[in-house]
């Protein structure tokens, strides 16, 4: 699938995105920002978010978002192996239970963890080989608690995470035989990309600095021990002294500032804005980022709140992940599926099905997005997925549908070339959509009724036919490319 492909003429400032004959702000401008912010919303919520300004609903979605609590306890979120020994259950039960977690967070939850997932993407740990859960839903915490906060200090509190430091072989990083792929991950990985700033020496010596994290009791909490640590000199990025840890965090954003910046601004801007980076715009933010302490809650503000995000040739560019497509269409229409359907096991298995297991990323560099997400193999699962969910709806209740129809288009709107465009106005991000894709919707809608039916008056929204054709309509428009894109 080919998203937009232009010459670079997008707007370059990241000045607020004022209001104006210009800039309008309308509900399809709300819709664009909860699908990028969020996993998308329904109808019913937009009469009262479009009366905020840009700016306003950027603060308030980033404010309702820090409210939150992390999510609690399981019930075994501290536990040891002998615990998962006797529980009576393989640990794979337990991370699906957490799988399912996740995906009631994402639902439910907005931005924040739009951004817990952006983030385990990047700080990634691979559930299976590790496997513990406790170990998982501890790493899932500690990103949702710092998706806000300063940076440097989330790189720092990540590194000692029991997860990572199993994942990356932190625990087997000692004195005596110092193991590099942590320090060598933290550079490339994490915060300033492959082959750029640093040297194999620089891996080398931060290994060394970094071991010591090594004592487990019982497959429970890592934590340091004296006699594992190396405290001889160690030379990195040019500076020499006993460097621990925390001196290893500390001369990182002290040396290579600059480059951490680029870095993580890129990585942002190409998950939430465009795949195709604006140089210009990165320079200027990794700016802002630098001179704000590396403050992730002012640069998300600056990012969002700006002319750039909200320009037109950044509309349409980004692929839905399978999570995006899932979550957007639940989001979208509010439907009650059947008691005995389980929606969290279809959400889990669906989403690793198209390629996006949570929690367990493909390999260290994590699930690569946009275009990757497309293959030949992969859209037609994802026709025949939300086709799945589209008749568990209708098995549940078929007025669903009318209802919706409704709350889009009105009670009096009986023009089905005008109430399939308002449908699309909802469901699709702002785009011309070709006149053949148009008149092909139109007549799926229309369904076997005669056209004298929608100029006489003989049909209304409330026919008992309306049903069928909003559920005929919808499932045609999901197949459309477009669909596919945010």
């Given at each position: 699938m080919e998203t937009k492909m232009r010459k670079s003429c997008s707007n370059n400032s990241l000045a607020p995105?004022?209001?104006n004959s210009e800039n309008k702000w309308d509900e399809k401008k709300v819709l664009f920002?909860?699908?990028?912010?969020g996993f998308g919303t329904d109808i019913n919520k937009l009469s009262e978010l479009v009366n905020y300004s840009p700016s306003d609903l950027i603060d308030k979605?980033?404010?309702d978002a820090k409210s939150l609590d992390v999510s609690p306890d399981p019930g075994w979120a501290n536990w040891t192996a002998s615990d998962f020994n006797e529980s009576g259950r393989n640990r794979g039960q337990f991370f699906r239970d957490h799988q399912r977690i996740v995906f009631r967070d994402l639902l439910n939850n907005g931005f924040r963890d739009r951004?817990?997932?952006?983030?385990?993407n990047h700080?990634?740990?691979?559930?299976?080989?590790?496997n513990h859960p406790a170990y998982a839903f501890r790493y899932y915490n500690n990103i949702q608690k710092n998706v806000f906060g300063n940076f440097k200090e989330f790189v720092r509190i990540i590194g000692l995470d029991d997860a990572m430091l199993m994942y990356l072989n932190g625990f087997?990083?000692?004195n005596s035989k110092p193991n590099e792929n942590y320090s060598r991950e933290l550079y490339e990985l994490f915060t300033l990309g492959e082959g750029n700033g640093y040297t194999q020496e620089d891996i080398t010596e931060t290994s060394r600095a970094l071991t010591g994290y090594n004592s487990r009791n019982n497959q429970g909490p890592i934590s340091f021990n004296e006699k594992w640590y190396d405290s001889g000199q160690k030379t990195i990025f040019g500076r020499t002294g006993n460097w621990n840890y925390n001196d290893v965090i500390d001369i990182l954003f002290e040396e290579k500032k600059e480059l951490i910046g680029i870095f993580i601004c890129t990585k942002l801007y190409?998950?939430?804005i465009n795949p195709n980076v604006n140089q210009d715009i990165i320079n200027q933010l990794s700016n802002y980022f630098i001179e704000n302490n590396f403050s992730l809650e002012l640069l998300y503000k600056k990012m969002f709140k700006s002319e750039h995000f909200f320009d037109n040739y950044n509309i349409n560019v980004l692929i839905k992940s399978p999570s995006d497509l899932l979550c957007n269409l639940f989001n979208q229409l509010k439907f009650k599926t059947s008691d005995n359907f389980n929606l969290d096991n279809f959400f889990i298995y669906k989403s690793r099905d198209m390629g996006q297991e949570v929690l367990n990323p493909v390999d260290v560099a994590g699930w690569q997005g946009d275009q990757y997400w497309i293959s030949t193999g992969s859209l037609p699962m994802r026709w025949?997925?939300?086709d799945d969910l589209l008749w568990r709806f209708w098995q549940k209740d078929k007025i669903q549908y009318q209802n919706f129809l409704k709350n889009i288009v009105g009670n009096n709107d009986t023009n089905p070339t005008s109430i399939v465009k308002k449908v699309i106005d909802f469901m699709f991000c702002e785009y011309d959509i070709k006149e053949e894709d148009l008149i092909d919707a139109v007549e799926v809608f229309k369904s076997d009724l005669p056209d004298i039916y929608y100029e006489d008056g003989t049909w209304n929204i409330n026919n008992d036919t309306v049903p069928l054709q909003t559920y005929r309509l919808i499932g045609f428009l999901i197949k459309l490319p477009e669909y596919q894109l945010k």
């Open positions: 995105y004022l209001v920002v909860l699908r990028r912010l979605i980033i404010d951004l817990t997932l952006f983030w385990s700080f990634v740990t691979e559930y299976y080989m590790y087997e990083n000692k190409k998950y939430f025949e997925f939300v």
